[in-house]
């Protein structure tokens, strides 16, 4: 209470306005004392009057206590849900949403996925302002677990005081809090309540012909000391440089020794004697060796040799060598071949000299070497054979290569003349060793140009300046009237011996090429090429085909035809329709009713044609035949004589296709066959004309006054079996009456009889 009591004299400790502060600090001083929990690694602090924002909670927690709780484990959880009080608006914890990140405020660390206790469907983030935790206490459900809420809403602090601090442990272990107090996770290398105690190493000795230097970070030899190890002058380490105090007690590697340096075994010399004297071992540090050697050789390199701190000689063994005289070289252009007894161009050795082909000695052929290290004269040389000196042509250059002196053996002299001009001789002349050149100096000729011709219809015109048709010649070319040139006017011959273009023609004035028309021929008379000035050509057309234009063309001065040149038009033929009752089919290659044209005729069901089935237009503009009709087909006439009676309909003519005769018997007489006929498309009725044969009850009669009774009844059986075929036969003949008089018959038109009477009884 007495530090609630004092942060009211000094409301803006709290980071908030003088109202929020007053009410914090009435809050603050009329709480009932605070309820005080223990477990774990710290201690738990609620209040059970007031409920305050996220951010006054927290100002509160971090006045009086460390900070807005922060929750460790679920035994942690499961502790703050069985002592804490269930309050309507839960408690706030130390969680909040920094840079969209849930954040634990007093480590500053973000929320881990393992270390989430969020309830169900949490967290929602409604409005996208819910930016802190509340933790829910003794809920129905998700008792224990948080839910993110607007950061203004008020809801009870729930804070925790650490009992660690930042220089607990020594600051050489980890502070691990307990109920009311900590303990100390010592790192390692360190021991004590406190961790104050280092670990120790055995203490270290330098090595002989050697020194030790120590860093001691903890005290003498302990955990983190370091020990580096150093040899004197002459004097290597035989072991690790530096060795570590682990928090093991143990250095890292043994200490090392220091030996004395090596320096590489001497042998004693070939024709000389080696005597050393050794302080350390053989041939060690500070080792010292002399060399010296037999009558007639001398020592070639140093007398004394001492082995240094480095592992090296002061130099190297020297050599017992026989006398030398000075070396001789092998003369330029000259061959050296020396006999050695003792080494080369020593005592006794004899040397002859020879030259190249193209050189000759000055001097001494042999020279030997003598016991004072002389030759017994001076080397001799060899020099170039000379040739006679050279000039410059006229109009060249002269370049000369001497190897071996001017104009001597192996010179080169090359020839070259200037431009426009070309040599006529060797372009390069040697010096022999004869001292002769290997042929004559040459000389420098103007380059010539092809001889050029006047062309044909045409004239040549030219200027020389160093002969006819050499370089600088140039050459200008016309053509005659009528003719033009084909290439440059003027030519020039260069330095290559070319002219500066090809030599042009004249040529005829072209006109257009011309073409065969199609379906037609071309026929031209060329005189000074194919379709040049004067050109005729003549046009003909193929068979069925006429020209449409001039018959002939000729090329003008001026390159162009005296007229267009015509087309071949396929002849025409009168324009054909289809016939009546027929129809028309074309082919047409050349357009309609052209020149090859074919058409061909055919006509309705019961019409025949009347003329040739296929007409075609010939070359002359006329088709092959006069166009056919189509005529009705026509049947064999009927006559019909009493007793018979016949009615025709005739819908295209007498007895024509289509025709339908109908048949019937005057009275006493029956119709015997069909009673309908009809003309077909063949020409042929459809059935054979009817006859008229008499009843047959009178003639009966007669038969029955010969025959007896006994014959009665045989007549009758007949007679009946008679008037049923009759009677049959009438019944059918009726039908087909009906038939022939409905209007909806196959033509159309129906007859009626005339001059007889249909009668019923038979």
């Known amino acids: 209470m007495g530090s609630a009591v004092g942060l009211c004299s000094s409301p803006r400790a709290w980071g908030c306005d003088w109202n929020i502060a007053r009410l914090l600090c009435f809050a603050a001083i009329s709480w009932v004392l605070m309820t005080q929990m223990e477990v774990g690694a710290w201690t738990y602090h609620y209040g059970d009057k007031s409920d305050y924002s996220w951010e006054v909670a927290r100002n509160f927690c971090r006045s009086f206590y460390t900070d807005l709780v922060a929750i460790q484990n679920q035994r942690e959880i499961a502790y703050l849900n069985s002592v804490l009080p269930h309050h309507r608006t839960y408690y706030w914890i130390g969680i909040r949403k920094i840079n969209n990140v849930w954040t634990w405020v007093g480590t500053s660390k973000a929320l881990t996925k393992e270390a989430e206790n969020w309830a169900s469907r949490e967290p929602n983030n409604k409005g996208r302002n819910q930016d802190c935790v509340e933790m829910y206490i003794k809920r129905d459900n998700d008792a224990g677990r948080w839910n993110d809420e607007r950061c203004q809403k008020k809801k009870r602090a729930l804070c925790y005081q650490a009992s660690c601090q930042s220089s607990s442990c020594s600051q050489r272990g980890d502070c691990v809090e307990t109920i009311g107090n900590y303990t100390c996770d010592c790192y390692p290398g360190f021991y004590g309540l406190e961790c104050e105690h280092a670990v120790k190493c055995p203490a270290l000795a330098a090595p002989g012909r050697g020194g030790l230097n120590c860093t001691h970070w903890h005290g003498d030899f302990t955990y983190n000391s370091s020990c580096a190890f150093s040899c004197e002058t002459g004097f290597v380490r035989n072991g690790s440089e530096t060795l570590e105090c682990t928090a093991l007690g143990q250095w890292t590697g043994l200490p090392p020794l220091c030996e004395a340096i090596k320096c590489p075994m001497l042998d004693s010399l070939s024709r000389g004697q080696l005597n050393c004297s050794h302080w350390h071992g053989d041939f060690m540090y500070n080792s010292t060796c002399s060399f010296s050697c037999e009558t007639g050789f001398v020592r070639i390199g140093s007398e004394t040799l001492e082995c240094t701190a480095l592992g090296q000689w002061t130099g190297s063994p020297p050599l017992c060598e026989a006398l030398k005289c000075p070396v001789l070289a092998t003369p330029g252009r000259g061959q050296l071949n020396c006999t050695n007894w003792h080494g080369d161009f020593t005592y006794n050795s004899t040397c002859a000299f020879s030259c190249e082909t193209g050189f000759v000695r000055n001097g001494s052929e042999t020279l030997e070497c003598t016991a004072l290290g002389q030759w017994t004269g001076h080397p001799p040389h ?33 020839f070259s003349c200037e431009t426009g001009f070309v040599r006529n001789g060797s372009e390069t002349l040697e010096c022999t060793a004869l001292g002769q050149w290997t042929g004559h100096p040459p000389r420098c000729e103007a380059v010539k ?4 011709d006047s062309p044909d219809r045409g004239q040549l015109n030219c200027t020389h300046r160093h002969g006819d048709f050499t370089y600088n010649s140039t050459c200008a ?12 006017e003027t030519l020039e011959c260069t330095a290559l011996g070319q002219w500066t273009g090809h030599p042009p023609r004249c040529e005829a004035v072209k006109c257009p090429v011309l073409d065969s028309p199609d379906r037609g021929q071309l026929n031209c008379t060329h005189r000074h090429g194919d379709f040049t000035y004067n050109s005729t050509c003549a046009f003909s057309c193929e068979t069925g085909f006429v020209r449409n234009g001039s018959e002939t063309l000729e090329c003008t001065a001026l390159g162009q035809w005296t007229e267009h040149p015509p087309r071949c038009e396929a002849v025409k033929c009168p324009v054909l329709d289809s016939p009546g009752r027929g129809q028309l089919k074309c082919t047409h290659w050349h357009g309609d009713f052209t020149y090859n044209s074919t058409c061909a005729f055919s006509c309705e069901t019961g019409f025949v044609r009347n003329g040739s089935e296929m007409l075609e237009c010939t070359a002359l503009g006329q088709w092959s035949d006069h166009p056919p009709l189509c005529e009705v087909m026509r049947c064999p006439k009927l006559r ?41 498309p063949d020409a042929h009725w459809s059935d054979k004309m009817p006859t008229c044969q008499e009843e047959a009850a009178p003639y009966f009669k007669q038969v029955l006054l010969y025959m007896g009774g006994g014959a009665v009844a045989l007549v009758a ?11 049959i036969k009438r019944l059918s003949d009726k039908e087909e009456e009906k038939t022939l008089l409905n209007p909806t018959s196959d033509l159309g038109v129906t007859g009626v009889f005339t001059n007889a009477t249909f009668d019923s009884n038979l």
């Open 382 to 414: 060899c020099e170039a054979v000379k040739c006679p000196v050279l000039d410059s042509p006229d109009r060249g250059q002269l370049n000369c290569t001497h190897r071996h002196g001017d104009f001597t053996y192996n010179s080169t002299c090359a």
């Open 449 to 452: 140009c092809p001889v050029l």
């Open 477 to 488: 070319f016309s053509c005659e009237m009528g003719f033009v040139r084909n290439g440059s």
């Open 640 to 680: 019909g004589l009493e007793p018979i009676l016949m009615n025709c309909s005739h819908p295209l003519g007498s007895f024509s296709y289509g025709s339908v005769c109908r048949f019937r018997c005057t009275q006493g007489y029956f119709l015997n066959g069909t009673s309908r006929v009809r003309c077909q």
């Open 717 to 727: 059986l007949l007679l009946t079996g008679m008037l049923i075929a009759l009677l």
